[in-house]
T-cell receptor, first 112, second 115 residues
Framework: GQSLEQPSEVTAVEGAIVQINCTYQ??????LSWYQQHDGGAPTFLSY????GLEETGRFSSFLSRSDSYGYLLLQELQMKDSASYFC?????????????FGQGTTLQVKP | EAGVTQFPSHSVIEKGQTVTLRCDPI?????LYWYRRVMGKEIKFLLH????????ESGMPNNRFLAERTGGTYSTLKVQPAELEDSGVYFC?????????????FGPGTRLTVL
């Protein structure tokens, strides 16, 4: 089967750093993406890792270890607007389809 | 560049009725995906179009769901007849090409409630 696990909730204070972990068990793994969703709106792409290592985009970084089937999203200098749901998603490239398999999402609450 | 749009934003129907959801992908994007999130669960893949062809429909729950993408532009997802368990948020996403680093851009979703 295929599954992704991430924590259901994380709470942190403004200005802090938070790490959201994601472990996965899938066949045909191609890459790991992260999406942000505010209040049930459109999931917004944050980051993608196709190779092992760290990808940095401003305050957000994402890491992947294919050998450990593990990745994380790191959010630095947290702001109140970062309160949202964060989803990790695996890309399975099979038969030329790039469908995403999502985790259940992590609700991040940023407090003053 | 306009993003992915979906219509309607909300739909409330009774069990047994028919509902049609529409998705307009980003212009020039050949790939169009439908996903669904049922309350409290993860976002799940339904199907994938490349232009007007169905590339992968392995996520479609049953034959009450019919997706089309005539002309390779917008897509519709029809549920007929709707059942209570079909309630959820239906997302559409598009990408320029399938595979590796090609980002999927999501629409705001259609929230479907079946009473």
């Amino acid at each position: 089967g295929q599954s992704l696990e991430q924590p259901s909730e994380v709470t942190a204070v403004e200005g802090a750093i938070v790490q959201i972990n994601c472990t996965y068990q899938t066949s045909g793994f191609y890459g790991l993406s992260w999406y942000q969703q505010h209040d049930g709106g459109a999931p917004t792409f944050l980051s993608y890792n196709g190779l092992d290592g760290l990808e940095e985009t401003g305050r957000f970084s994402s890491f992947l270890s294919r050998s450990d089937s593990y990745g994380y999203l790191l959010l630095q200098e947290l702001q109140m607007k970062d309160s949202a749901s964060y989803f990790c998603a695996v890309s399975r490239l099979s038969g030329n389809t790039g469908k995403l398999i999502f985790g259940q999402g992590t609700t991040l609450q940023v407090k003053p | 560049e306009a993003g992915v749009t979906q219509f309607p934003s909300h739909s409330v129907i009774e069990k047994g009725q028919t509902v049609t959801l529409r998705c307009d992908p980003i212009s020039g994007h050949d790939n169009l995906y439908w996903y669904r999130r049922v309350m409290g669960k993860e976002i799940k893949f339904l199907l994938h179009f490349v232009k007007e062809s169905k590339q992968d429909e392995s996520g479609m729950p049953n034959n009450r769901f019919l997706a089309e993408r005539t002309g390779g532009t917008y897509s519709t997802l029809k549920v007929q007849p709707a059942e209570l368990e079909d309630s959820g948020v239906y997302f559409c996403a598009s990408s320029r090409r399938a595979g590796d680093t090609d980002t999927q851009y999501f629409g705001p979703g259609t929230r479907l409630t079946v009473l």
